[in-house]
Nanobody, 120 residues
Framework: QVQVVESGGGLVQAGGSLRLSCAAS????????MGWYRQAPGKQREWVAT???????NYADSVKERFTISGDNAKNTVYLQMNSLKPEDTAVYYC??????????????WGRGTQVTVFS
């Protein structure tokens, strides 16, 4: 059984920063990739950023140069440093960890989400 838990959301003024964390626990054999999605009210969930097992990163155009994803495979943890936040970044942020357990190969596990609210 794998559990994924996010933390670090909150309320911040435009231009400010927040750091999200996400940790997976359980019988994890290896991690393939980790990343973040977000869903704003009334909108579909959108991809934000991904980090591969070797550290390669990719970002949505809307967050490039402002957000930084990083990971610690030894701790089964992924972070999202968000700077220069804008009101349009307001959303519930969901992390995922694509991993392999001893029993189940290559599956994405999702957290329940953490709210980020940016006010102007």
């Amino acid at each position: 059984q794998v559990q994924v838990v996010e933390s670090g959301g909150g309320l911040v003024q435009a231009g400010g920063s927040l750091r999200l964390s996400c940790a997976a626990s359980g019988s994890i054999f290896s991690i393939n990739a980790m990343g973040w999605y977000r869903q704003a009210p009334g909108k579909q969930r959108e991809w934000v950023a991904t980090i591969g097992s070797l550290g390669s990163t990719n970002y949505a155009d809307s967050v490039k140069e402002r957000f930084t994803i990083s990971g610690d495979n030894a701790k089964n943890t992924v972070y999202l440093q968000m700077n220069s936040l804008k009101p349009e970044d307001t959303a519930v942020y969901y992390c995922y960890i694509d991993l392999r357990t001893i029993v189940v190969p290559n599956q994405k596990y999702w957290g329940r989400g953490t709210q980020v609210t940016v006010f102007s």
